[in-house]
T-cell receptor, first 112, second 112 residues
Framework: GESVGLHLPTLSVQEGDNSIINCAYS??????FIWYKQESGKGPQFIID?????DKRQGQRVTVLLNKTVKHLSLQIAATQPGDSAVYFC???????????FGTGTLLAVQP | EAGVVQSPRYKIIEKKQPVAFWCNPI?????LYWYLQNLGQGPELLIR????????DSQLPKDRFSAERLKGVDSTLKIQPAELGDSAVYLC??????????FGPGTRLTVL
């Protein structure tokens, strides 16, 4: 049956603080992971990715950490800005080429 | 550079009516995806095309959903007849081969 997920996990941070968004993935065969940002009324936007042969990858103001032992992924955003307010999704490929399985999103609310 | 284009952006129909969504991928992208996104949840893949061939339609409810990409460029997703539970956002994404997926803004469907 249909599941209605109206209650998103929410992270509220002050502007300028660092944010950490966590994600637990399900498939131990997954070897590719992506973080997406989705603003209201828009499609998901790629932020950063990481392959399973790495445990850390850095981008501009963002860092993704991968812990394969506990199947955990995190996204760190440095100096969070109001424009970072959005829903953030992690996605895994389940070991399949270019097949993405999205997790439950986290709403990041940045307080000015 | 134009992104993935979807139309309409919003659609309201009564149950049992048919509805169609259109997607024009980024120029040069041979892979096209249709996703369904329920409120507060991550996108779920419905179908993936490589050029005009549907290579993964395992999650497409074929009793009422159909899709086509006749010339390997733009694509149409149809629902006939629509049910109340079909209310969701329908996202289209495209990629060049197995590279990064770019998402369109989606079509928000409301079935009354």
């Amino acid at each position: 049956g249909e599941s209605v997920g109206l209650h998103l996990p929410t992270l509220s941070v002050q502007e300028g603080d660092n944010s950490i968004i966590n994600c637990a993935y399900s498939n131990s065969a997954s070897d590719y992971f992506i973080w997406y940002k989705q603003e209201s009324g828009k499609g998901p936007q790629f932020i950063i990715d990481i392959r399973s042969n790495m445990d850390k990858r850095q981008g501009q103001r963002v860092t993704v950490l991968l812990n394969k032992t506990v199947k955990h992924l995190s996204l760190q955003i440095a100096a969070t800005q109001p424009g970072d307010s959005a829903v953030y999704f992690c996605a895994e490929n389940g070991g399949a080429t270019n097949k993405l399985i999205f997790g439950t999103g986290t709403l990041l609310a940045v307080q000015p | 550079e134009a992104g993935v284009v979807q139309s309409p952006r919003y659609k309201i129909i009564e149950k049992k009516q048919p509805v169609a969504f259109w997607c024009n991928p980024i120029s040069g992208h041979n892979t096209l995806y249709w996703y369904l996104q329920n409120l507060g949840q991550g996108p779920e893949l419905l179908i993936r095309y490589e050029n005009e061939e549907a290579v993964d339609d395992s999650q497409l409810p074929k009793d009422r959903f159909s899709a086509e990409r006749l010339k390997g460029v733009d694509s149409t997703l149809k629902i006939q007849p629509a049910e109340l539970g079909d209310s969701a956002v329908y996202l289209c994404a495209s990629s060049f081969g197995l590279d990064e997926q770019f998402f369109g803004p989606g079509t928000r469907l409301t079935v009354l």
